[in-house]
């Protein structure tokens, strides 16, 4: 599968500010779309996904800059992928930044900062599925940020509340194709897992789009 040309410029943008301090401004939409010779559609596809994995981050019309990465964490690297046991899962990234529509489901401020963290889970070697993890970052217990098997372990949210899922068709995020190996559009499953306690308070949710080529969903409760 060929490589969408914003996920090139995406790169390119990633290797020019790799060792850039925080704050340090990029170059405007119209100056990467002259400099790469791509349409600025093409250099805001790239930057909005930047921002959205909190890579960079916008200041009203001031321009785009650098955001604060000590809290994002990545495992891409080829040595990662080789050394995963069968079932096992690759954390993406994590970071920690405003969303405000999944701070509307927590109902929380706009404000709240939320930690988003996301996995890859493989069988066989073979891309299953994709997760997002949200999480109110003041509820975090900090000792799990360094233990993720702690972290993303649902069970004792589940013991202590309830979960509701909903079933979505959507297509794949353009973000997630390559990382389940599928075309652009493809249609996919993404199924919402929301764990409330016992005050019916949101106290995790989940967005898991589920690779269609593995079979068909499996979930146990």
């Known amino acids: 599968m060929a490589i969408p040309r914003y996920q090139k410029i995406k790169q390119?943008?990633?290797?020019?500010?790799?060792?850039?301090?925080?704050?340090?401004?990029?170059?405007?939409?119209?100056?990467?779309?002259?400099?790469?010779?791509?349409?600025?559609?093409?250099?805001?596809?790239?930057?909005?996904?930047?921002?959205?994995?909190?890579?960079?981050?916008?200041?009203?019309?001031?321009?785009?800059?650098?955001?604060?990465?000590?809290?994002?964490?990545?495992?891409?690297?080829?040595?990662?992928?080789?050394?995963?046991?069968?079932?096992?899962?690759?954390?993406?990234?994590?970071?920690?930044?405003?969303?405000?529509?999944i701070a509307e489901i927590f109902k929380v401020m706009p404000s709240t900062q939320i930690l988003r963290v996301i996995r890859l889970n493989k069988k066989e070697n073979r891309p299953v599925s994709v997760e997002e993890f949200f999480f109110i970052y003041d509820r975090v217990d900090q000792k799990c940020l360094n233990n993720l098997d702690k972290l993303l372990d649902v069970s004792p949210y589940i013991q202590n509340g309830k979960m509701t899922q909903k079933?979505?068709?959507?297509?794949?995020?353009?973000?997630?194709?390559?990382?389940?190996?599928?075309?652009?559009?493809?249609?996919?499953?993404?199924?919402?897992?929301?764990?409330?306690?016992?005050?019916?308070e949101v106290q995790l949710l989940i967005h898991t789009y589920y690779n269609p080529k593995e079979g068909p969903i499996e979930i146990v409760s």
């Not at 939409?29 to 559609?41: D, G, H, K, P, T």
């Not at 996904?49 to 916008?58: H, N, S």
């Not at 019309?61 to 990545?74: C, E, P, Q, Y």
């Open 12 to 101: 390119k943008i990633l290797d020019e500010i790799e060792d850039k301090p925080v704050h340090t401004p990029i170059a405007s939409e119209r100056e990467l779309a002259q400099i790469c010779n791509v349409s600025r559609m093409t250099v805001r596809n790239a930057v909005n996904e930047l921002v959205e994995e909190g890579v960079l981050y916008r200041n009203g019309n001031k321009g785009t800059f650098v955001a604060d990465r000590s809290l994002m964490k990545k495992n891409t690297s080829k040595e990662s992928l080789l050394n995963q046991e069968e079932g096992s899962f690759i954390l993406i990234y994590l970071n920690i930044k405003e969303i405000p529509e």
């Open 167 to 200: 079933f979505y068709p959507v297509s794949i995020p353009v973000k997630y194709a390559n990382l389940l190996n599928l075309k652009l559009e493809t249609p996919v499953i993404m199924v919402e897992s929301s764990i409330v306690n016992l005050d019916g």
